[in-house]
């Protein structure tokens, strides 16, 4: 067995090596064809940043030559070779690269099948020259020796809060000082690119501390680490809202940000080629101060949604108890023994109905469309394990690994990897679904059964990771309405059907608007039109309307308008291309040729 394991392994090394070999051949002779010729009929390459200065999959033979004759020269890619040992697993060879561009470092993570490409991901990992400080490049943190007026590091920081804003204006504004702002501002600091974050919010972290009681992460803390500082060993699972929330102020503080908490953008205007943005901030003591800042790079790090979507519905007005829509519920407590009826069926409307029953609440939840249910230990035993689990770093996983992994999945090619999983989950807990069906709850798994990863990309909506209201709706303790709501009464919910819901509270769990709305309320709508369609992959499905484009719209790369960024996404989406947003602004401030290849036509869907 051992001879065969070895036989097998050293196979793999001497294809991967021909392969290489091959490539490197390829695009040392500049020769697009050739190197094209080493992909499959169904391939494809994913690059981030590396090659195209763009995060965009080049999708077979014919988008692999389209894309190196357009990046070849300016690239100059050299030195493609393997970072450990090729692995061969189900006619896969999986191989760990690194290689070299004329700007930076980069790896990356290619799938040989039948000794051709069928994936490949490329990434920029670091700009030549402009490193980060880390390891044996570390800073000192203090300048042995005597010297007259000698800065400490408090000084300093002191002077730069002091200057920065005012008589040193910023090479990049962060608005949105959430999960997002925050590790693509520690990515900055990190480049040494003068950065500050403006955030309504008094303190980093009240953004989640400002949400509904129960609230706590569905995602567990292996997928939700934050750059450069990973959660203690003993972190729990699932991270209680107000935890995380200190846990981002603490790290704003000691990653050394720029915050300005409690502050509104009024305002932001293209001059030249940087910004006008006009802000109002308040001071510790309730005075407010207008501020024009003129950063050369806008980042609107505004998660990945937008306005709270709350629905008019005729007699709203009439009702003469508490309506709010879940981002201002305030919890649970004073609502013991009222009748209350929480419109929508997603996660939030799941955990506030959990939250009120458990307060003594009569609690009935309108599903107005079906909704996607996965239970919490299945989706990590099931769709999580091998990545983001305890058992995965016991194996040797770490996160940029997990992180690769996953980035190396093309889109187009993804639901292919989920069906299966969601599949598994769905034969698993049969029992589960057939109650919650028995119950009247309206259940799907995607248009195409892909499961909640590629609803998420698709349209950041219609799922819900049960992790105990459930049990709630399949028993009845929480009641199922369905339908669609046409009225309110003075005491009720009325539906289209007639049914006649009484109520002393409605929460309306309906969601968020589009990350457009948002962001026209600062740019203005003339340049949000020209920018388009924020997020979605264009598959074509439900609230993600084709053409197909490949990649989330938009997302931390060059839009229609230069000088213009989005960033945000979950904590691990954040955590992840935060990173490459970092090298493209640190790219443009030092004044590295940053040719784009094939950026996105622009969308108006909705």
Not at 343 to 350: F, K, L, R
């Amino acid at each position: 067995m051992t001879q065969t394991v070895d036989q097998q392994a050293s196979a793999a090394a001497s294809e991967t090596d021909a392969w290489l070999s091959a490539f490197q051949q390829a695009l040392t002779a500049r020769d697009a064809d050739a190197a094209a010729a080493l992909f499959a009929d169904e391939s494809y390459w994913r690059d981030i940043v590396s090659f195209t200065w763009n995060i965009t999959t080049a999708e077979g033979s014919a988008g692999v030559a389209d894309m190196l004759r357009a990046t070849l020269d300016d690239v100059d890619p050299v030195g493609f070779r393997v970072t450990e040992e090729p692995a061969e697993a189900d006619g896969v060879i999986t191989a760990w690269l690194a290689f070299e561009t004329r700007a930076g470092r980069g790896s990356g993570l290619l799938r040989l099948v039948g000794g051709k490409a069928f994936t490949l991901l490329t990434t920029l990992d670091e700009l030549k020259g402009h490193e980060e400080p880390a390891n044996d490049r570390r800073p000192k943190g203090v300048r042995h020796g005597a010297f007259r007026d000698r800065e400490t590091w408090a000084e300093g920081r002191v002077r730069e809060a002091t200057e920065l804003g005012y008589t040193v204006q910023p090479e990049v504004l962060i608005i949105g000082g959430g999960q997002g702002g925050i590790a693509l501002g520690a990515r900055l600091r990190q480049l040494g690119v003068p950065t500050i974050i403006v955030e309504r919010n008094e303190r980093p972290g009240d953004s989640w501390r400002k949400r509904y009681k129960s609230l706590a992460l569905h995602d567990p803390v292996w997928y939700d680490h934050l750059p450069y500082i990973p959660f203690p060993a003993g972190w729990p699972v699932f991270s209680p809202k107000d935890k995380i929330g200190d846990w981002l102020e603490m790290y704003a503080k000691v990653m050394e940000l720029n915050y300005w908490g409690s502050t509104t953008c009024k305002s932001a205007v293209r001059e030249g080629d940087g910004w006008v943005v006009v802000v109002e901030r308040t001071g510790a003591d309730g005075t407010v101060e207008e501020i024009t800042l003129r950063p050369r790079q806008l980042v609107l790090a505004l998660g990945a949604s937008g306005l709270p979507s709350v629905p008019e519905i005729p007699g709203s007005e009439k009702f003469r108890g508490d309506q709010h829509h879940s981002s201002a519920h305030p919890g649970p407590d004073r609502y013991k023994g009222k009748r209350a009826v929480v419109i929508g069926s997603n996660n939030s409307a799941h955990d506030i109905c959990a939250a009120l029953w458990e307060a003594g609440a009569d609690v009935t939840m309108v599903q107005r469309s079906s909704t996607h249910v996965v239970r919490s230990d299945s989706l990590m035993d099931l769709g999580l394990s091998d990545l983001y689990s305890e058992r995965a770093v016991a194996a040797g996983m770490t996160t940029f690994k997990a992180d690769t992994i996953f980035a190396s999945l093309p889109f187009r090619f993804l639901p292919a990897v989920q069906t299966p999983v969601y599949n598994a989950i769905r034969e698993r807990d049969a029992e589960y679904y057939r109650r919650l069906e028995q119950a009247g709850f309206d259940l799907d798994f995607g248009e195409d059964d892909s499961g909640l990863f590629l609803k998420y990309l698709r349209r950041g909506s219609g799922y819900y990771i049960d992790v105990g209201a459930s049990e709630l709706v399949a028993n009845g303790d929480v009641k199922l309405a369905k339908g669609q709501v046409t009225e309110l009464t003075e005491d009720a919910v009325v539906l289209d059907d007639g049914t006649r819901l009484p109520a002393d509270l409605v929460v309306y769990a309906t969601g968020y608007g589009s990350m457009n709305q948002l962001a026209a309320d600062i740019i203005g709508q003339d340049m949000a039109d020209k920018v388009g369609k924020v997020w979605g992959l264009g598959s074509g499905t439900t609230k993600d309307p084709g053409p197909w484009e490949g990649e989330l719209r938009n997302m931390w790369k060059p839009t229609a308008q230069e000088g213009l960024w989005f960033h945000g996404g979950n904590l691990a989406l954040s955590r992840y291309y935060s990173l490459y947003l970092a090298l493209q602004l640190k790219a443009r401030m030092e004044g590295i040729p940053t040719p784009v290849y094939k950026r996105a036509p622009v969308h108006h869907t909705e």
